[in-house]
């Protein structure tokens, strides 16, 4: 009985090691298909649309770009030197006005007065000097003769050089008479866009204080605009090598770019914020540019010459780094990794990476992966990009 019961026992140990070796074979062969299967299905599915553009070689401005402000070349404020009633207002508000041109009108009467006044005693101090000046003439013959005192001979000599003073102060008081009848008209001091009217005809003016108007010169005008600390040494080299294009661009709608030059360097740093400010000229004769307007700035530092260029939106952002997507010419796409460089305009450079003549895709980033097949289509709708390719600046 004993040998029954042992044989019995190793039949059951064999049973159980077959289930087993039987359950990992099943096992592998589940995961075998299940590889397959995900092969077959990656080799089945469809080409993804894209858009797709070509590296090309360009000359690309390297620029420094920064958010500016539209500033009046000189601004004045257009003040009456004598005091009186608003006669006449000769301009528009808003009027374009050159230098020299007669603004207003101060009521000249109290002022002529003051002239005539002026002439009138010049003309007796004159008599009275003359009077002196022959009595001086025949006392200068008696004395000789002593037909009077030296001391009566020097005292019309006194009175004589004393009215002579007077002539003169006279003639003084005469042009400061004609100075202040001068500035009963009012004359632009340059050229520039006047802004409102703030004093009305007919109100009184108190001199050397009352504003008449705002005249801002715009041509040509300043755009400032602050750049950071660390591009300052660069900026002051290439400003020695030569004249520094500065262009301005107005917001969206608008499209205009007006071109000027770097001209003013801030001669201090901004500690509060880091930045230095600086000024480009800019003739502006289309009046585009219009004191405190914001516009875009681009500050041009150099060129690179026969630069490898793409949309920066083909740039993406890897788990390794920047990378784009070549299309091949069997239509399937390499994920490669690019080193970028300045970004100008819609357009990144490329230092490492590509070569001129060499198709990425711009839009569709999101359903592709190395290896995928892809079609043209010029609607392919953009995939929200995960990088702009400004990173590489």
Same mark, same amino acid.
């Given at each position: 009985?004993?040998?029954?019961?042992?044989?019995?026992?190793?039949g059951?140990w064999?049973?159980?090691?077959?289930?087993?070796?039987l359950?990992?074979?099943?096992?592998?062969?589940?995961?075998?298909?299940?590889?397959?299967?995900?092969k077959?299905?990656?080799?089945?599915?469809?080409?993804?649309?894209?858009?797709?553009?070509q590296a090309?070689?360009?000359?690309v401005?390297?620029?420094v %770009?920064? #958010?500016?402000?539209?500033?009046?070349?000189a601004?004045v =404020?257009?003040?009456?030197? @004598?005091?009186? *009633?608003? !006669?006449k207002?000769?301009?528009?508000?808003?009027?374009?006005?050159?230098?020299?041109?007669l603004?207003?009108?101060?009521?000249?009467r109290?002022?002529?007065?003051?002239?005539?006044?002026?002439?009138?005693?010049?003309?007796r101090d004159?008599?009275?000097?003359?009077?002196?000046?022959?009595?001086?003439?025949?006392?200068?013959?008696?004395?000789?003769?002593?037909?009077?005192?030296?001391?009566?001979?020097?005292?019309?000599?006194?009175?004589?050089?004393?009215?002579?003073a007077?002539?003169?102060?006279d003639?003084?008081?005469?042009?400061?008479?004609?100075l202040?009848?001068?500035?009963?008209?009012?004359?632009?001091?340059?050229?520039?866009q006047?802004?409102? %009217?703030? #004093?009305?005809?007919?109100n009184?003016?108190?001199?050397? =204080?009352?504003?008449?108007? @705002?005249?801002? *010169?715009? !041509?040509?005008?300043?755009?400032?605009?602050?750049?950071?600390e660390?591009?300052?040494?660069?900026?002051?080299?290439?400003?020695?090598?030569?004249?520094?294009?500065?262009?301005?661009?107005l917001?969206?709608?608008?499209?205009?770019q007006?071109?000027g030059?770097?001209?003013?360097?801030?001669?201090?740093?901004?500690?509060k914020t880091g930045?230095v400010?600086l000024?480009?000229?800019?003739?502006?004769?289309?009046?585009?540019?219009?004191?405190?307007?914001?516009v875009?700035?681009?500050?041009d530092?150099?060129?690179l010459?026969?630069?490898?260029?793409v949309?920066?939106r083909?740039?993406?952002?890897?788990?390794q780094?920047?990378?784009?997507?070549?299309?091949?010419?069997d239509?399937?796409?390499?994920?490669?990794?690019?080193q970028?460089?300045?970004?100008?305009?819609?357009?990144i450079?490329?230092a490492?990476?590509?070569?001129?003549?060499?198709?990425?895709?711009?839009?569709?980033?999101?359903?592709?992966?190395?290896?995928?097949?892809?079609?043209?289509?010029?609607?392919?709708?953009?995939?929200?990009?995960?990088?702009?390719?400004?990173e590489?600046?």
């Open positions: 009985m004993g040998e029954r019961v042992v044989v019995e026992r190793g059951r064999g049973r159980s090691a077959a289930g087993a070796c359950a990992l074979f099943l096992c592998l062969n589940l995961a075998a298909c299940s590889g397959s299967e995900e077959k299905t990656a080799a089945e599915r469809p080409p993804a649309p894209v858009v797709t553009g090309r070689a360009a000359t401005p390297v620029s %770009l920064a #958010i500016g402000r539209v500033e009046a070349l601004t =404020s257009v003040r009456s030197q @004598v005091g009186g *009633q608003l !006669q207002v000769h301009f528009a508000e808003g009027q374009l006005v050159k230098a020299g041109q603004l207003a009108n101060i009521d000249p109290p002022y002529q007065a003051a002239l005539d006044q002026a002439i009138a005693n010049l003309e004159q008599a009275t000097l003359k009077e002196n000046r022959q009595e001086v003439a025949r006392n200068q013959k008696m004395v000789e003769r002593n037909f009077i005192s030296r001391q009566d001979y020097d005292k019309s000599v006194a009175q004589a050089e004393s009215q002579a007077t002539v003169k102060a003639q003084a008081a005469i042009e400061k008479a004609r202040d009848l001068s500035y009963c008209s009012i004359i632009a001091p340059l050229t520039g006047t802004g409102s %009217l703030l #004093i009305n005809q007919g009184l003016i108190q001199a050397n =204080s009352d504003t008449l108007v @705002v005249i801002k *010169q715009i !041509q040509p005008t300043y755009v400032s605009f602050a750049v950071p660390r591009e300052l040494g660069q900026i002051r080299r290439r400003m020695a090598q030569a004249t520094l294009k500065v262009t301005a661009t917001p969206p709608p608008a499209t205009l007006e071109q030059s770097l001209t003013f360097v801030d001669n201090q740093v901004d500690v930045t400010t000024k480009g000229t800019f003739a502006n004769p289309d009046l585009s540019l219009w004191p405190g307007q914001f875009n700035v681009s500050l530092l150099y060129t010459e026969n630069a490898v260029v949309p920066a083909a740039i993406q952002n890897g788990p780094g920047q990378l784009v997507f070549v299309v091949k010419p239509m399937t796409v390499e994920a490669r990794a690019v970028t460089g300045p970004l100008h305009e819609d357009d450079t490329v490492k990476g590509l070569t001129a003549g060499e198709k990425v895709v711009l839009d569709g980033q999101l359903a592709l992966y190395p290896g995928a097949k892809v079609f043209e289509s010029a609607g392919a709708t953009p995939a929200a990009q995960p990088g702009t390719g400004k590489g600046q």
